[in-house]
Every structure is written in structure tokens, then in C-alpha cells.
């Protein structure tokens, strides 16, 4: 089976850095996907590795260690709009393993 | 391009009721999804369909059965509804040739009393 370790919370101010770590114990490992979700909206694709290192899009980079069983999303120039739920997900074979989810919370 | 449509929005189901929640995807996408959402946890896969003709389950499959109708559609069954079921439901798609980037409708909200 899979199994997935994120924090539950975090709050930061506008202008902060967020790193969410999540670490993981799976079978048949192809990559680590990040989403984000607003409240009462649906989940939306932010990243995805598959390869060791750090991918860059924009204000967000995502960085995975396939022989550590560790990523993190890391957040940076916070903004208001950035407060959601941010969820990793291992990719295996057709299909997604959600984690908990990670409420960050953004103050001004 | 609507991307993932599902109907309902909402309903409200008494204890033992059946409905099915339809699901539909424009973007020519092989795998289509069904999972839950229960409030603080993270999406539980129920059932998917790798292509059409085909269909798997998931990490919760019980009390649910799906169809994958056509390569669009993919419908999701409660035969007998109970209050466990009481969650957010989110349809799915993917297109196998590219990143695990799934693409979410906007989910169907569901009460069971």
C-alpha cells in the first residue's frame, strides 16, 4: 500500500517562504505530484517530479528525493491567494495516492 | 473546452436510496477517476478506468460500482446509500502521455440522512 507524511497546518505572512515536506512508503514509485485546493473548489496540478532535484514553476518549486522517499513544495513570495490545502501524491501504475493535505494559512 | 463536468452539484440522498453521478471529460483522455473527500482528509481513490473498457478499484471500492460508458463518460453508482457515504465526490481524467496531471471537475456534494 501507500502511505504519506505532510504537516497538517501552516501559517506564514505575505512575503514569507513555506516549505511543505511530505515523505512517503510506497510500491511502484514513478513520481511526486503536488496539488492545490481552495476551499469548496476542486484540486488543481501544480507540479510533478520524477526524476531526483528541484523543478521551478514560477513563485513555486517542488524538489523530490527518491532515496530519501521525501519531497517538498516550497511556497515562496506568499500572497493571500496563496492560502489553501496543498496535497502530495505519489504517482503509481495509472494512478494517484493523495496525502492528508497541508492548510496553509497566509496572514497579512 | 468544458474539461470535467459532473452532475449533480448537490444532493441530499435518504439511508438506502440509489443515484448515479455522472461524470464527462472533452480532452480525449484515456484514465478517468472517481474519489471522495471527507472534511481534513485527503482525496481516497473509489474506482478508475486506465482506458475505456476497462475499470479498477480503488482504495475504497465498497458500496460503490462504476461505468465507463464511453471514452467521455465515466459514471459512479451508490446501490444503497448509507450516511458513511456522506462526502464531496471528485471525478477525474488524465491523458497517459503526458505528466501525472489530473484534471478535477468541480465535484458533486452529497448528503446522506
Request: glycine fraction near 10%; charge should be negative; charged fraction near 15%.
Amino acid at each position: 500500500g501507500q502511505s504519506l507524511e505532510q504537516p497538517s497546518e501552516v501559517t506564514a505572512v505575505e512575503g514569507a517562504i513555506v516549505q511543505i515536506n511530505c515523505t512517503y512508503q510506497t510500491s511502484g514509485f514513478y513520481g511526486l505530484s503536488w496539488y492545490q485546493q481552495h476551499d469548496g473548489g476542486a484540486p488543481t496540478f501544480l507540479s510533478y517530479n520524477a526524476l531526483d532535484g528541484l523543478e521551478e514553476t514560477g513563485r513555486f518549486s517542488s524538489f523530490l528525493s527518491r532515496s530519501d522517499s521525501y519531497g517538498y513544495l516550497l511556497l515562496q513570495e506568499l500572497q493571500m491567494k496563496d492560502s489553501a490545502s496543498y496535497f502530495c501524491a505519489v504517482a503509481g501504475d495509472y494512478k494517484l495516492s493523495f496525502g492528508a493535505g497541508t492548510t496553509v494559512t497566509v496572514r497579512a | 473546452n468544458a474539461g470535467v463536468t459532473q452532475t449533480p452539484k448537490f444532493q441530499v440522498l435518504k439511508t438506502g436510496q440509489s443515484m448515479t453521478l455522472q461524470c464527462a471529460q472533452d480532452m480525449n483522455h484515456n484514465s478517468m477517476y472517481w474519489y471522495r473527500q471527507d472534511p481534513g482528509m485527503g482525496l481516497r481513490l473509489i474506482y478508475y478506468s486506465a482506458s475505456e473498457g476497462t475499470t479498477d478499484k480503488g482504495e475504497v471500492p465498497n458500496g460503490y460500482n462504476v461505468s465507463r460508458l464511453n471514452k467521455r463518460e465515466f459514471s459512479l453508482r451508490l446501490e444503497s446509500a448509507a450516511p458513511s457515504q456522506t462526502s464531496v465526490y471528485f471525478c477525474a481524467s488524465h491523458d497517459r502521455g503526458r505528466t501525472y496531471e489530473q484534471y478535477f471537475g468541480p465535484g458533486t456534494r452529497l448528503t446522506v440522512t
